[in-house]
């Protein structure tokens, strides 16, 4: 009998999620990560839960309406993380015309079911807090109802799900060789020790790698897919607003710039067709200045690419290059055969929806009870969407010394889990060593024990974004935290 009936290669947004959705399903599930968990093109994407108004350009209506069904689950199940904001899209005639942008929105509000969220208008730009940042040609604005999320902590919290549901997440764990027959025979070299593992099937979720493990670790034809890379910046904060921008560039993109971490500005996406190791990605100087000249188009306040703070960039598979889509999954079985499906690409709007397909074409090799990750919270997630603030308020009515900030980012982090992180502290001494203003033992105590952190940049930059603001001294005291023997 094999260890395990699925034995999924790849921890980011694919992977976790399938392992979620297939441990709650009743399989024995495993997932083997070479690094950390979302460290590739799930760290890297737009932040965005979303229907892709730009689809209505492309007449993608189903999958637009399919997206937005989605967009609703995550609110639901995830309220800590996917946060409803407001969309603004300065018209101008240079571009899309007015009708055209007001008839998108229209279809777009017809496509989405009606959960609460604001129906798209009309503002005028010159009267209206909106308009507050941006250059005065621009008279008039859309607004429209989406979502932005915080990607890392999506991928680590459906990790934390699924472990919680049964399955064994192992980090730093890279699969060096696979053998097929009837099962998976898998060779693992976990944190330098070698070890075998057998499974009834395996899913190859591993991103930009996907071709290179399918054809050196399984031994299978690669699939025919493209490397695309995304690219965004973050910079100071150039709007006190909370809306998103939603530019339309000269040469048709459309560029989002979003309130990022309090202090700063999250612009993007550029992508682009990539070739090269997946490990090492990295934004071109032009497409740093093409995001500043985008911004400075619109925005009062200029920005130069030395004011750029952070560069976020990740390499994807996808079929097309010319479209992301909802990316792309094949099932590979035969006699004599155990399965194999391979799933990449797709955004993280429909990546929960993926995962279910994905684990669904196995139904036909063993049992597996039905479908259920819609209606499940995440961990953390046990409150509505529009509760958020309420519990922002509890927590501070309890640990009264924290300040409005720190309480938002916990709730926005962990939800209702932030209470077990501050447990019965009456002063901030009570959670141990502070490493800046935010970040305390407590909390890293925790992201090592139930996250799986390992090293300071995966609490710094992927389970947390407090490496844009600490200070070098305390990084190195949290790197001797991390080093020292429990």
């Given at each position: ?65 399919s ?33 055209q ?9 017809r ?17 209206h ?17 989406d ?34 027959g009837?099962?998976?025979?898998l ?53 006190d ?8 560039n ?46 400075n ?40 055969k155990?399965?194999l ?92 060593p ?21 090293f ?31």
């Amino acid at each position: 009998m094999a260890d395990y009936d699925l034995a999924i290669i790849g921890g980011g947004l694919n992977g976790v999620s399938i392992a979620r959705d297939a441990a709650g399903r009743g399989l024995r599930v495993i997932l083997v990560e070479q690094g950390d968990l979302g460290a590739g093109a799930s760290s890297a994407s737009p932040r965005l839960i979303h229907g892709d108004l730009a689809g209505l350009e492309r007449r993608h209506f189903l999958r637009v309406r399919s997206a937005l069904a989605e967009r609703d689950v995550w609110l639901r199940i995830a309220p800590h993380l996917v946060r409803p904001m407001r969309f603004a899209i300065p018209a101008h005639s240079d571009e899309r015309p007015a009708w055209q942008l007001r008839s998108w929105l229209l279809l777009y509000d017809r496509l989405a079911s009606r959960n609460g969220l604001p129906a798209s208008a009309t503002v005028d730009v010159t009267h209206h807090p909106v308009g507050n940042a941006l250059k005065r040609p621009f008279g008039t604005a859309f607004e429209y109802s989406d979502c932005v999320v915080d990607d890392s902590r999506l991928v680590v919290l459906t990790a934390v799900d699924a472990a919680a549901r049964g399955a064994v997440i192992r980090t730093g764990a890279r699969c060096t060789r696979a053998e097929r027959g009837k099962e998976w025979r898998l060779v693992t070299k976990d944190r330098g020790f070698r070890q075998v593992i057998t499974a009834r099937a395996v899913a190859n979720a591993t991103g930009a790698w996907t071709p290179s493990v399918a054809e050196t670790v399984l031994r299978v034809p690669p699939p025919r897919v493209a490397a695309v890379q995304m690219d965004q910046i973050v910079v100071r904060r150039l709007f006190d607003s909370d809306n998103v921008y939603v530019f339309q560039n000269s040469d048709g993109r459309l560029i989002f710039a979003s309130p990022y971490q309090r202090d700063f500005t999250l612009i993007g996406t550029v992508s682009h067709a990539f070739k090269g190791d997946p490990a090492i990605v990295a934004m071109a100087a032009g497409d740093v200045a093409y995001l500043c000249d985008a911004a400075n188009r619109y925005f009062r306040e200029r920005i130069e690419t030395v004011d750029v703070v952070r560069t976020l960039s990740g390499a994807n598979m996808v079929r097309n290059p010319a479209s992301s889509g909802d990316g792309a999954m094949a099932l590979d079985y035969g006699r004599g055969k155990a399965p194999l499906i391979t799933v990449f690409g797709g955004d993280v709007t429909t990546s929960r929806l993926r995962a279910e397909r994905a684990v669904s074409k196995l139904t036909p090799f063993y049992p597996m009870s039905a479908r259920w990750t819609a209606k499940a919270a995440l961990p953390g997630g046990d409150f509505a969407w529009d509760r958020f603030d309420n519990e922002v308020d509890e927590v501070r009515d309890r640990w009264r010394f924290l300040g409005e900030d720190q309480a938002r980012r916990l709730v926005a982090a962990y939800g209702s889990n932030a209470k077990v992180i501050l447990g019965d502290a009456k002063a901030r001494s009570d959670l141990g060593p502070a490493f800046g203003p935010e970040l305390t033992g407590a909390e890293v105590r925790y992201l090592m024990q139930k996250e799986w952190a390992r090293f300071p940049d995966d609490i710094l930059w992927r389970r947390t974004k407090l490496g844009l603001t600490m200070h070098p001294s305390d990084r190195e005291a949290l790197a001797a935290l991390m080093a020292a023997p429990v």
